[in-house]
Nanobody, 113 residues
Framework: QAQLVESGGGLVQSGGSLRLTCAGSGFTLSDVIMTWHRQAPGKAREWVAT???????VYTDSVKGQFTASRDDAKNELYLQMDDLQLEDTAVYYC???????WGQGTQVTVSS
């Protein structure tokens, strides 16, 4: 059964960094398009980044230069390195297998001042 599990969220001070992990099982991440999304309190879920099967990445404008997506094929994991975090980055972060529309359960990121 295909599954995604996110981890790595937590509480961080403004300007700090976190690295999120999305562990895949039941399928190979490098065979599909993977995406990261986030949902802030009271807001709709928004797309953050796309990591194509071939390794190309695309980011929403608000995180360009701040977030970096990567993948470890040996571990079948996708990562989101988030630097210089700000209050507005507080959200639940989700990874998604775009091809099959499978979502992880999400991981909470809270940025404090």
């Amino acid at each position: 059964q295909a599954q995604l599990v996110e981890s790595g969220g937590g509480l961080v001070q403004s300007g700090g960094s976190l690295r999120l992990t999305c562990a895949g099982s039941g399928f190979t991440l490098s065979d599909v398009i993977m995406t990261w999304h986030r949902q802030a309190p009271g807001k709709a879920r928004e797309w953050v980044a796309t990591f194509a099967a071939g390794g190309a990445t695309v980011y929403t404008d608000s995180v360009k230069g701040q977030f970096t997506a990567s993948r470890d094929d040996a571990k079948n994991e996708l990562y989101l390195q988030m630097d210089d975090l700000q209050l507005e980055d507080t959200a639940v972060y989700y990874c998604q297998n775009f091809d099959s529309q499978i979502w992880g359960q999400g991981t909470q990121v809270t940025v404090s001042s």
